[in-house]
């Protein structure tokens, strides 16, 4: 039977400090990725429908996720450009992930079963690592997952090939950003 299915916009470990060794290769491609999950954040928000930060702890076993959006905003660069346009809002849902997916020793699961979420739209960095590792788990957990490819970074000799193995594995639906909403707002599948 047709129906409603509450979407989520997952945004992956786009606050940090850029202070890793590729950083420099990613930086750009996170940028523009960051003004996609903006305008993605903005349209879930007046739509209702929540929207959930993952981000990678960076071995900050003591420091919150709060802390972290303060770090990076007082860093130059890419950190403080992202930090400003995606600051988390008091409506959004955030948590931090010791390891690549978003699923992995986390309360994701819960959070998205309170939420009543089936459907996940992923965005954030890196697309050949944790992006993918959260798509597959999502897929495996029988979400329904979708990567808009705008709203995605990582290292840029890596991205066409990541995107051929989520759409070759059937972990994800690849979308743009443009079609994103429409493809959140649809009716759930009839059931076979």
């Given amino acids: 039977?047709?129906?409603?299915?509450?979407?989520?916009?997952?945004?992956?470990?786009?606050?940090?400090l850029f202070d890793f060794p590729t950083a420099d290769r990613i930086a750009p491609a996170a940028v523009r990725a960051a003004?996609?999950?903006?305008?993605?954040?903005?349209?879930?928000?007046?739509?209702?429908?929540?929207?959930?930060?993952?981000?990678?702890?960076?071995?900050?076993?003591?420091?919150?996720?709060?802390e972290l959006v303060a770090m990076a905003a007082a860093t130059e660069g890419a950190a403080r450009e992202i930090a400003a346009r995606l600051?988390?809002?008091?409506?959004?849902h955030y948590l931090l992930k010791p390891k690549h997916s978003a699923f992995l020793a986390t309360a994701l699961p819960v959070l998205l079963a309170k939420l009543g979420v089936r459907r996940l739209l992923v965005t954030g960095m890196a697309l050949e690592s944790c992006v993918l590792a959260t798509a597959i788990d999502a897929n495996a957990r029988e979400f329904e997952v979708a990567v808009a490819r705008e709203a995605v970074a990582g290292q840029p000799a890596l991205r066409q090939s990541t995107f051929r193995v989520l759409e070759g594995s059937k972990a994800a639906r690849l979308v743009s950003a443009s079609a994103a909403e429409a493809w959140c707002g649809r009716p759930a599948a009839a059931d076979a």
Avoid: C, Q, T
């Avoid at 047709?2 to 940090?16: E, K, N, Q, S």
């Avoid at 903006?38 to 996720?65: C, T």
């Avoid at 600051?87 to 959004?92: A, N």
């Fill in 1 to 16: 039977m047709a129906g409603r299915v509450v979407p989520a916009l997952l945004i992956v470990d786009m606050i940090g």
């Fill in 35 to 66: 003004r996609s999950i903006h305008v993605l954040r903005k349209r879930f928000r007046e739509r209702g429908w929540p929207v959930i930060y993952a981000n990678d702890n960076f071995a900050r076993w003591k420091s919150d996720f709060r």
């Fill in 87 to 92: 600051e988390p809002g008091p409506e959004d």
